[in-house]
Antibody
Framework: EVQLVDSGGGLIQPGRSLRLSCTGS????????VIWIRQPPGKGLEWVGL??????????VFAASVQGRFSISRDDSRNIAYLQMNSLRVEDTAVYYC????????????WGQGTLVTVSS | DIVVTQSLDSVAVSLGERVTINCKSS????????????LAWYQKKPGQPPKLLFF???TRESGVPDRFSGSGSGTDFTLTISSLQAEDVAVYYC?????????FGQGTKVEIK
């Protein structure tokens, strides 16, 4: 059974850093891109970024709203990916979900349960 | 950026009735080399992750009831629920994965009248 588990969320002050984890199981983690989206309280879904498969150089791309502050890394030997969030802002408050996609031209077919990040002083 | 816009923010219909949700993209999502539209539909319930319903605009994900259908091409797409059931109450999002940044529609909340 395919499973993705997001973790690492919590309450954090503006300007600080936080790292979220995404652990996959039940499939070959390295053969899928890792996608991050978020949902602010009471709002819709927002795409955050993605990292590609290792064989394609693990290319990463981000939404403009997080470009330069967020980064993604992955350790396929441990079936885990990370979303490193720096210089957090109040508007980054959201439930963050990681997902998997087979690659370019494929949608995200599974998502983790989400982890809440609250940025507040 | 590709903007995807859903025609309704919310809709309320009676159980058993038909629901139609429209989604319009600011540019074509049709990838000419494979003739596929890079448009997906998700169902989102509170406290749950998004659930993939359709990809390539009309390919039903495994396990999705056949009362759901997806259609459209290019810039105009539709999600239809032929006979609304209580468990279909949710927010539905269209999502383009054609161009970076990937984007979502604003969501359409489906409720029971």
């Amino acid at each position: 059974e395919v499973q993705l588990v997001d973790s690492g969320g919590g309450l954090i002050q503006p300007g600080r850093s936080l790292r979220l984890s995404c652990t996959g199981s039940g499939y070959n983690f390295g053969e899928y891109a890792v996608i991050w989206i978020r949902q602010p309280p009471g709002k819709g879904l927002e795409w955050v970024g993605l990292t590609g498969r290792k064989i394609y150089g693990e290319a990463t791309v981000f939404a403009a709203s997080v470009q330069g502050r967020f980064s993604i890394s992955r350790d396929d030997s441990r079936n885990i990916a990370y979303l490193q969030m720096n210089s957090l802002r109040v508007e980054d408050t959201a439930v963050y979900y990681c997902g998997r996609a087979r690659g370019s031209g494929w949608p995200t077919d599974y998502w983790g349960q989400g982890t809440l990040v609250t940025v507040s002083s | 950026d590709i903007v995807v816009t859903q025609s309704l923010d919310s809709v309320a219909v009676s159980l058993g009735e038909r629901v139609t949700i429209n989604c319009k993209s600011s540019q074509s999502l049709l990838y000419n080399s494979n003739n596929k539209n890079y448009l997906a539909w998700y169902q989102k319930k509170p406290g749950q992750p998004p659930k993939l319903l359709f990809f390539w605009a009309s390919t039903r994900e495994s396990g999705v009831p056949d009362r759901f259908s997806g259609s459209g091409s290019g810039t105009d797409f539709t999600l239809t629920i032929s006979s609304l059931q209580a468990e279909d109450v949710a927010v539905y999002y269209c999502h383009q994965y054609y161009g970076i940044p990937w984007t979502f529609g604003q969501g359409t909340k489906v409720e029971i009248k």
